[in-house]
C-alpha cells in the first residue's frame, strides 16, 4: 500500500523567509511524486512533478522539490517566499503503473505574514 | 478548464445526490476525489472512456457516469453524516501514472 506523510500540518513564516514543506512516502513499488497547491475556494493545481532523471525539479513560480530515494523523499522549498504563496500544500504519488490514481498527504498550510 | 456544479449543496441523511462535472476538452479520463475537512483528498474512482477504470475504498452506495461529451456525473445514495466533504473531480488526457490531473474547483456537500 502507499502512505505519503506530510510532517507539519501547518507552516508559518514571515515574508522574504526561505521555506521547506516535508514530504515522505512508503512504497513497496516505483512511484511517481507530485505537488499541488490549493488556494483558498480554489481546485488544486499541480506545482511541480518526478517522473524520472534529474531529481530536482522546479517550478515556474520559485519553487523546487527533490526526489530522494534513500530517504524516501520528496521536499518542496523556496528560498525566499511572497505573501501570494500562502496555500494548502499537497504531496501526492502515483504508482508506476497505468491507473493514475494519486495518494495524497494531509496536507501543509503555508501562511507567509508580512 | 474543469468545471462542477454546483458549487455547494445541502442534503438531509438519506437523501440521493448527483454532483457534475465538465473535463477538459480531449481528456477522455475523469477521477473523483473526496475531501474530508482537513484531511487530503481521497480517490474514489477513474473514468476511461466512459467504463470504470478504478476504484478506492468506497462502497457501492458511490456510483458514477461519463458521458462522450466531456461530462460526467457522480451519485451517492442513502447520505451518511460522514459523506460531507468537498467532492473533487479530476480530468487527464490518458489517466495514466505519469498524467497531470487538471481539477475542477470542487462541490462542497453538507449531510445534515
Known amino acids: 500500500a502507499q502512505s505519503v506523510t506530510q510532517l507539519d500540518s501547518q507552516v508559518p513564516v514571515f515574508e522574504e523567509a526561505p521555506v521547506e514543506l516535508r514530504c515522505n512516502y512508503s512504497s513497496s513499488v516505483s512511484v511517481y511524486l507530485f505537488w499541488y497547491v490549493q488556494y483558498p475556494n480554489q481546485g488544486l493545481q499541480l506545482l511541480l512533478k518526478y517522473l524520472s532523471g534529474s531529481t530536482l525539479v522546479k517550478s515556474i513560480n520559485g519553487f523546487e522539490a527533490e526526489f530522494n530515494k534513500s530517504q524516501t523523499s520528496f521536499h518542496l522549498r523556496k528560498p525566499s517566499v511572497h505573501i501570494s504563496d500562502t496555500a494548502e500544500y499537497f504531496c501526492?504519488?502515483?504508482?508506476?503503473?497505468?491507473?493514475?490514481?494519486?495518494?495524497f498527504g494531509r496536507g501543509t498550510q503555508l501562511t507567509v505574514w508580512p | 478548464g474543469v468545471t462542477q456544479s454546483p458549487t455547494h449543496l445541502i442534503k438531509t441523511r438519506g437523501q440521493q445526490v448527483t454532483l457534475r462535472c465538465s473535463s477538459q476538452s480531449g481528456h477522455n479520463t475523469v477521477s473523483w476525489y473526496q475531501q474530508a475537512l482537513g484531511q487530503g483528498p481521497q480517490f474514489i474512482f477513474q473514468?476511461?472512456?466512459?467504463?470504470?477504470?478504478g476504484r478506492g475504498n468506497f462502497p457501492p452506495r458511490f456510483s458514477g457516469l461519463q458521458f462522450p461529451n466531456d461530462s460526467s456525473e457522480l451519485n451517492v445514495n442513502a447520505l451518511e453524516l460522514d459523506d460531507s466533504a468537498l467532492y473533487l473531480c479530476a480530468s487527464s488526457p490518458s489517466g495514466g501514472s505519469t498524467d497531470t490531473q487538471y481539477f475542477g474547483p470542487g462541490t462542497r456537500l453538507t449531510v445534515l
Open positions: 501526492a504519488v502515483t504508482r508506476g503503473s497505468t491507473l493514475g490514481r494519486l495518494y
Open positions: 473514468y476511461y472512456r466512459e467504463e470504470e477504470n
